[in-house]
């Protein structure tokens, strides 16, 4: 049962540096969505996807770009990393948007230097 | 203001000790409603949904109050294992999204 999985787990990147997260699951969930979640703030969201080939903006979306290509899959790309992008990044999925449960990957601890 | 409003404790309790936690909403269009459980560096998940006429899970009872746009969490007999933060989450009508609060932090002591 893998439910969603995140990779990498862990990344410093130095600033300027691109990179891509990957989120996979294998629930068939139509709906995905990419979050970070900084102290003190709680968890806010980036960008989802309402089905494959579809994606929107959300509260934080500036300096992030994502793709679903595939329906299982949902890509968050930092183009140029600034040290403000330093967080901890929660994949999320769910069947039925949000009135059902959404289920969350392990994290991605991302530091940019 | 925020969207969603907890207290961020933390709340420090003995075991079989009775808890509540409070989250306050601003949106009066929300419709969905959960408590998610986070415990440290892993990632959030369900604790239960909260439905307007009230619900219970065991040790836990959520409550909804539509007028003054509140939710509550009730902890009964408090475990050690209960230690953890606890996120109010909300959905707007007609949109997809979540609203998290910035949880609240529990800390279960023997």
């Known amino acids: 049962n893998a439910g969603v999985t995140q990779t990498p787990k862990f990344r410093v990147l130095k600033t300027g540096q691109s990179m891509t997260l990957l989120c996979a699951q294998d629930m068939n969930h139509e709906y995905m969505y990419w979050y970070r979640q900084d102290p003190g703030m709680g968890l806010r969201l980036i960008h989802y996807s309402v089905g494959e080939g579809t994606t929107a903006k959300g509260e934080v979306p500036d300096g992030y770009n994502v793709s679903r290509l595939k329906k299982q899959n949902f890509l968050l790309g930092l183009e140029s990393a600034a040290p403000s992008q330093t967080s901890v990044y929660f994949c999320a999925s769910s069947f039925q948007g949000g009135s059902t449960e959404a289920f969350f990957g392990q994290g991605t601890r991302l530091t940019v230097v | ?110």
Request: charge should be neutral; aromatic fraction near 12%.
């Open chain 2, 1 to 110: 203001r925020k969207e969603v409003e907890q207290d961020p404790g933390p709340f420090n309790v003995p075991e079989g000790a009775t808890v509540a936690f409070n989250c306050t909403y601003s949106n009066s269009a929300s419709q969905s409603f959960f408590w998610y459980r986070q415990d440290c560096r892993k990632e959030p998940k369900l604790l239960m949904s909260v439905y307007s006429s009230g619900n219970e899970d065991g040790r836990f009872t959520a409550q909804l109050n539509r007028a003054s746009q509140y939710i509550s969490l009730l902890i009964r007999d408090s475990k050690l294992s209960d230690s953890a933060t606890y996120l109010c989450v909300v959905n707007l009508i007609n949109t997809d999204k979540l609203i998290f609060g910035t949880g609240t932090r529990l800390q279960v002591f023997p």
